[in-house]
């Protein structure tokens, strides 16, 4: 069972190592393979990841992520290093569960997976550049292919889940035919399940019941770039971006990958939240390692941890334990 273990840069340096320490008292037989990515390592070589971090990835066919950071502005050489792994290990589905844990921040009843194609749409960062860099265009792809896929998958984990309803988000209306044919062949792959509801909404209205009515959704199948908003979006009403987990996920590979991103603003004083890289690492376990046992294991751990009230700083905005010491009590109970 080996593992590919990227920490990337700022706070993913700080959490992953929690989540490797986790794995290890659950699955001993586990070996972690090293490998480096992100905008230090671009710095320091010229290349955010490396041919070498690729295969060592592929070798291993499950890669536990932390972070990178990425600038908003042109980089020539450039470019955000998990979008690059996604694609090149195939992970096409991520799986983006929010579900009430017990801190105050959180919102009883939710209980939702935002599903986002993870291949196309506008991430496929074919952008360029005209009118002396006055004028930016970029290709926003869907293919009845990726959409077919990825629709699969969310009925799917609506069936092994136990889950009741796909609610399909996009924009047809004004993007007839890219969010149009996401719809549409949506609703045709549909009719394999029914024995699950479906139903749509536009995205921006899905943004605003999101908001105020979070438990009236279920399952959200959705394109790329709508998936990375309503995603964080939906981590509020979880208790926060440090308890939000994600994994990417393929045929026979999973990159596990917390929501959030290197938090540069409270990167290196060793107090971020190492929980949702924890439960990233709970769902490789459970979806890839198909483990359901041990990940259950891994989730009663840190609910049992946020019920006692150990809490990281970001969950109620004073003064809280640290990364290491919160790490330390879920490595304890699972050990
Ligand atoms: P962010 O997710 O890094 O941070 C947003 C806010 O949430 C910050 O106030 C941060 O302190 C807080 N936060 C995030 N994770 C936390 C944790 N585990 N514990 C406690 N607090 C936490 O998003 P931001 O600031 O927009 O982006 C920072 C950098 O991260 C950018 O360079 C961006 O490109 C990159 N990024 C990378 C991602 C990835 O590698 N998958 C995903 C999102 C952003
Ligand atoms: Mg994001």
């Known amino acids: 069972m080996k593992l590919c273990v990227i920490e990337g840069d700022g706070i993913g340096r700080e959490v992953v190592p929690a989540a490797v320490c986790v794995l290890r008292q659950v699955l001993p037989q586990i070996e972690v393979l090293p490998a ?8 320091e070589t010229g290349d955010a990841l490396p041919a070498e971090t690729i295969e060592i990835a592929n070798e291993a066919g499950a890669v536990l992520f ?25 992970t096409y589905a991520n799986l983006r569960p929010t579900r009430f844990l017990p801190v105050p921040t959180a919102r009883e009843g939710v209980d939702l997976v935002v599903v986002r194609e993870n291949t196309e749409d506008l ?4 952008e360029t550049t005209a009118d002396a860099g006055d004028t930016g265009t970029a290709t926003k792809r869907i293919t009845r292919y990726a959409t077919e896929r990825i629709t699969h998958t969310a009925f799917r984990l609506a ?6 309803r796909v609610t399909i988000v996009h924009k047809g209306n004004v993007l007839p035919q890219t969010d149009g044919l996401f719809r549409r062949v949506a609703y045709e792959v549909a009719k394999d399940y029914p024995e699950i509801e479906t139903d749509e909404f536009l995205v921006d209205t899905a943004a605003y019941w999101m908001v105020k009515e979070p438990a009236r959704f279920d399952i959200v199948l959705t394109p790329n770039l709508y998936g990375d908003i309503l995603s964080d979006m939906a981590a509020a ?39 949702a890289v924890i439960l990233s690492a709970s769902m490789l376990v459970r979806h890839h390692w198909k483990q359901p046992a041990i990940a259950d294991r891994i989730d009663a751990a840190v609910k049992a941890a946020l019920s006692r009230g150990d809490y990281t700083a970001d969950i109620l905005g004073v003064d809280g334990m640290s990364t290491d010491d919160f790490a330390d009590i879920i490595c304890d109970q699972l050990g």
């Open 66 to 90: 932390g972070a990178c950071s990425s600038p908003s502005y042109p980089v020539p050489g450039y470019s955000s290093p998990i979008v690059k792994l996604r694609r090149a290990m195939e």
């Open 123 to 126: 991430y496929i960062g074919d």
């Open 237 to 275: 009403w979880g208790g926060g971006l440090g308890l939000a987990p994600a994994l990417n996920l393929g045929d026979d590979v999973a990159v596990a990958e917390p929501v959030h991103g290197s938090a540069p603003d409270i990167a290196g004083q060793g107090i971020a939240n190492p929980t």
């Open 36 to 43: 480096e990515a992100g905008w230090d390592k671009f710095q």
């Open 159 to 164: 069936l092994n889940e136990g889950r009741r």
